[in-house]
């Protein structure tokens, strides 16, 4: 069930009705009803996977829970006790990441190696629910939250149906007082919802399904186009992804807030950013946040890492010295993101172009500084330069994160850097025009949005009459291309099936 | 004190370390600014800060991470 088709629109406000109208303590019984329905509706051979997950983590989660309370005499029993909660802990994840790694790699693997693969159906959402479960898994095993005893209200936190497709990556403490509150209906949320919806549903068809035939045909026949054209892809391609996931975080955001429950937000205008290290932390932040917390720190914090730089100190400068652990630790959480994206080749290498530019980004910080200062470079020229620069690099990575092999993205890099001649890119002026309408409003919006002015908050406090035609506006635009255009086919999300 | 603050200057150049107590709450430290100085304070104070230590309370001013630093060296 798409989450701009109809049949999805009947579903939420089937939902909406019974939720508002059970009494506030059954509420979070009718938000688990409706995840599951979502679930079974849309991946019913999946909803049994999804089951054994939560079973899984629930269970270990109680359990690491009642060896950390268990009381221990002395140090040594102590000790028994901690390796006891890291064996469970341990075995509890590599269940759920072998489950992610058989349904998402194994078959990708066996064909790359010349085997018959096993015909496997991706689970729908199966990145984002073994990611939020395992973040809940560590953050109990850190006691940093009380393991759930109710396995109904653990199995709402794990498929709370808006955020299952794509994120955000929810975190315990966040998400479950506000799903097992009772809430009442607030017209002020509500509007606030449908408004980013509507917003969430704009970006997805005017920009990224709009652009997306033209950008598939320049990556799956890249030897037809010239250079420019293979550039130009990319870039669009950077556009439609960013229409398209964040447009889908704009939804489930909104279609969450229909229910009173606030979700994180996963985009900050990244390509507004000055650097790749902003540019991530404006991007998928909840995945980012997530990799953080559970690879950057306990890798760049465990033991051996820090002994590995100890050896390696003597052999270069001081300024290096210290950056080693950061190094290391940030190429190895790039690589896991590259890895995350999905199988083959190409995306490990987007994760390294990532991790080793940002690397080689913290050992050159003190020399671009000096460069900057040479050219009395700084201000509004500065950010602009830098600005470009991150869209150029984030533009690259894409060659990679796109192409279904290595060699077709050092292909396609090979003809842009080379010029070479040949098609240009297939926009036709239909294309063109909503495409082009679109971003310049997502520009526009963006750049209201980065300098603090809260434009919901205007819209509000409009007149009726605006507010009225903004919204009628919008929904209008939405039913004339979506709902009653024969040509409108929608296309499913990029990170749907990751 | 002063000795940490020059390891914290020296990890941050651009951050007044005197003047802030918001590094984690406002961002003001990323997380590599922030696995820079725990790998100085290690080495230098023969302290081991973990994981679970990497909290705004210990983390968001000079005089917290101070109280960090002596914390674990008295254990």
């Known amino acids: 069930m798409s989450l701009s088709s109809a049949a999805y629109l009947v579903f939420l406000a089937a939902a909406m009705l019974i939720y508002y109208l059970c009494p506030g303590k059954w509420r979070w019984c009718i938000l688990l009803a409706t995840s599951g329905c979502y679930y079974v509706i849309s991946s019913k051979a999946a909803a049994l996977y999804l089951a054994a997950t939560i079973a899984i983590t629930w269970a270990s989660a109680l359990f690491l829970q009642y060896q950390h309370h268990r009381p221990a005499p002395d140090k040594a029993a102590k000790k028994r006790q901690n390796t006891r909660c890291r064996l469970i802990l341990a075995v509890a994840l590599g269940i759920n990441f072998a489950t992610l790694f058989i349904f998402k790699y194994l078959d990708p693997t066996l064909e790359s190696l010349g085997a018959s693969p096993l015909g496997l159906l991706l689970p729908l959402g199966i990145s984002f629910y073994i990611f939020q479960t395992s973040g809940y898994l560590i953050d109990v095993y850190r006691a940093k939250v009380t393991a759930e005893r109710n396995i109904l209200k653990y199995a709402l936190f794990a498929s709370y149906f808006p955020q299952i497709i794509q994120g955000p990556i929810g975190r315990w403490q966040e998400l479950a007082p506000q799903l097992f509150a009772p809430n009442r209906f607030d017209a002020d949320k509500v509007r606030a919802g449908i408004q980013l919806m509507i917003w969430g549903m704009l970006k997805k068809v005017f920009i990224a399904d709009t652009l997306h035939a033209a950008v598939s045909d320049v990556y799956a026949n890249y030897t037809e186009y010239s250079g420019i054209a293979v550039f130009l892809g990319a870039a669009l391609y950077c556009i439609q992804l960013y229409a398209d996931f964040s447009g889908g975080t704009d939804i489930v955001r909104g279609v969450s807030r229909l229910f009173g429950v606030e979700l994180a937000e996963n985009f900050q205008r990244p390509y507004l950013s000055r650097s790749l290290d902003e540019f991530?932390?404006?991007?998928?932040?909840?995945?980012?946040?997530?990799?953080?917390?559970?690879?950057?720190?306990?890798?760049?914090?465990?033991?051996?890492?820090?002994?590995?730089?100890?050896?390696?100190?003597?052999?270069?400068?001081?300024?290096?010295?210290?950056?080693?652990?950061?190094?290391?630790?940030?190429?190895?959480?790039?690589?896991?993101?590259?890895?995350?994206?999905?199988?083959?080749?190409?995306?490990?290498?987007?994760?390294?172009?990532?991790?080793?530019?940002?690397?080689?980004?913290?050992?050159?910080?003190?020399?671009?500084?000096?460069?900057?200062?040479?050219?009395?470079?700084?201000?509004?020229?500065?950010?602009?330069?830098?600005?470009?620069?991150?869209?150029?690099?984030?533009?690259?990575?894409?060659?990679?994160?796109?192409?279904?092999?290595?060699?077709?993205?050092?292909?396609?890099?090979?003809?842009?850097?080379?010029?070479?001649?040949?098609?240009?890119?297939?926009?036709?002026?239909?294309?063109?025009?909503?495409?082009?309408?679109?971003?310049?409003?997502?520009?526009?919006?963006?750049?209201?949005?980065?300098?603090?002015?809260?434009?919901?908050?205007?819209?509000?406090?409009?007149?009726?009459?605006v507010q009225f035609a903004l919204l009628f506006a919008s929904v209008a635009l939405l039913v004339v291309f979506v709902y009653l255009n024969g040509d409108y086919t929608a296309i499913a999300y990029v990170y749907e099936n990751v | 004190m002063d000795e940490l603050l020059d390891i914290l200057s020296e990890c941050c150049p651009d951050i007044d370390f005197e003047v802030e107590n918001t590094l984690i709450d406002d961002g003001i430290l990323s997380s590599i600014d922030l696995v820079t100085i725990v790998g100085e304070l290690n080495d230098a104070y023969d302290i081991s800060i973990s994981v679970d230590d990497l909290t705004s309370e210990n983390f968001n001013s000079a005089e917290s991470i101070l109280d960090l630093v002596l914390r674990l060296r008295d254990e």
């Open chain 1, 280 to 465: 991530w932390r404006r991007w998928h932040t909840s995945l980012g946040e997530w990799m953080k917390d559970y690879l950057f720190y306990p890798l760049a914090l465990s033991k051996w890492l820090p002994r590995l730089a100890k050896k390696l100190r003597p052999h270069v400068s001081p300024c290096v010295a210290k950056l080693i652990v950061p190094c290391i630790s940030t190429t190895a959480v790039f690589l896991a993101v590259g890895i995350w994206q999905g199988p083959g080749a190409a995306n490990i290498a987007y994760g390294l172009w990532n991790g080793l530019l940002m690397s080689g980004a913290m050992l050159c910080a003190p020399m671009f500084d000096r460069l900057n200062k040479k050219l009395h470079l700084g201000g509004t020229p500065l950010n602009v330069i830098r600005i470009v620069r991150t869209c150029l690099i984030v533009i690259i990575g894409r060659y990679f994160s796109n192409s279904d092999t290595l060699s077709a993205a050092f292909g396609m890099l090979a003809r842009t850097f080379t010029l070479a001649d040949g098609a240009m890119i297939p926009l036709t002026a239909d294309v063109l025009v909503k495409a082009g309408i679109g971003c310049v409003l997502l520009l526009i919006v963006s750049l209201l949005c980065e300098r603090g002015i809260d434009l919901r908050a205007k819209v509000n406090s409009s007149p009726t009459a």
